[in-house]
């Protein structure tokens, strides 16, 4: 107990994280109107070392917010436009006979990058998702039985228009429990849609992406990731988690509950969103906040429950409730 209360004495330094963060929202802030809450989530997951679903309808400005918030880190950025069609090694990339080496060599495809955009991710067949599942959890992909290890940072930060839309597939489980964070996006309101329009009348003819500058390095980024590792978490806050996650799985309205993923998920979020505010230490409220954001896309009602019109955000944020608060 005594090295634990040592340990925690030696503060961890956040202020040039949060003095970045700040610079990267003010950024930002030259095009999105709003959304500070998804731009903060986005940030949480880079830190995170995680990946981001945000979805939302046609037009809300998610993929323009994913491509200025890569564009802010000076590191190597991608995009990739899914389509019906698309093939996985169109994604991963492919082994090419080279004639002077008599070899095949091994191209590599966009997907090998730092910052990742995948736009409306829901569009291509089941074939091409199941592609990035390897690039997705363990940050490598194996070609002809050769592993290929992807730099860091790597976020994918992926889009998607909501199922209903004509054209659209349905996410399978597996590649769903592999983003940290499904975020989603609405219409803005009146107001922010008044400055929504003022903005895109002074913009002219600039590009948005034009207006907006690189504010950190990919390096400084990985030493962020490996400090937020050092956020101080109190063992009565392990265990609040690991009774919010497995609470899930005995839940009359829950089909599918939540694995031991998300519970660690939950933990590197919560050091992250705690070091975005400045705070070398997670709180309950840390991981309230967190929590919903995490589980929510992890789980899946019964078909009663979906029927009634129960959403699993809704259903979260019930359990989460019903959990007693540590002291």
């Known amino acids: 107990m005594d090295n634990e209360n040592l ?3 030696s503060r961890v330094d956040l202020s040039a994280l949060k003095i970045a963060a700040d610079k990267i929202r003010e950024e930002i802030k030259k095009i999105i109107v709003g959304q500070e809450v998804s731009i903060d989530l986005i940030l949480t997951a880079i830190l995170s070392d995680g990946h981001v679903l945000i979805e939302g309808v046609p037009g809300v400005a998610k993929t323009i917010m994913a491509k200025l918030i890569a564009k802010t880190i000076s590191a190597p950025y991608s995009r990739i436009q899914f389509t019906p069609d698309l093939m996985p090694s169109d994604v991963i990339g492919t082994s090419i006979f080279n004639e002077k080496l008599t070899d095949f060599e091994f191209k590599k495809g966009p997907v090998f990058s730092n910052i990742v955009l995948i736009d409306e991710i829901n569009r ?4 091409t998702q199941a592609a990035l599942f ?3 959890a363990e940050r490598q992909i194996t070609i002809d039985g050769v592993s290929h ?4 940072p790597f976020t994918i930060l992926a889009t998607q228009n909501p199922v209903e839309q004509e054209g659209t597939y349905r996410l399978p489980e597996a590649q769903l429990d592999r983003f940290l964070f499904k975020i989603e996006i609405d219409y803005p309101k009146l107001e922010e849609e008044i400055e929504i329009i003022k903005k895109h009348n002074h913009l002219k003819s600039q590009k948005e992406e034009e207006i907006v500058n690189p504010v950190i390095s990919e390096e400084e980024i990985v030493r962020y990731q490996d400090l937020v590792q ?3 978490v109190e063992d009565t806050l392990i265990e609040y988690i690991a009774k919010i996650v497995t609470s899930t799985r005995n839940n009359a309205n829950l089909y599918l509950g939540a694995s031991p993923r998300a519970s660690i998920a939950i933990l590197k ?3 992250a969103y705690a070091a975005l505010q400045g705070k070398d230490f997670i709180t ?3 991981i309230k906040y967190i929590a919903p954001y995490i589980l929510k896309h992890r789980v899946i009602l019964t078909p009663e429950r979906e029927m009634e019109g129960l959403t699993t955000s809704v259903l979260m944020k019930r ?5 007693e608060i540590p002291r």
């Open 134 to 136: 390897e690039v997705m």
């Open 124 to 127: 291509a067949p089941a074939k």
């Open 230 to 232: 050092l956020i101080h």
């Open 7 to 9: 340990q925690y004495e």
């Open 319 to 323: 359990i989460i409730e019903g959990i």
């Open 284 to 286: 309950p409220d840390d």
């Open 269 to 271: 979020a919560s050091k």
């Open 149 to 152: 290890v992807f730099q860091r």
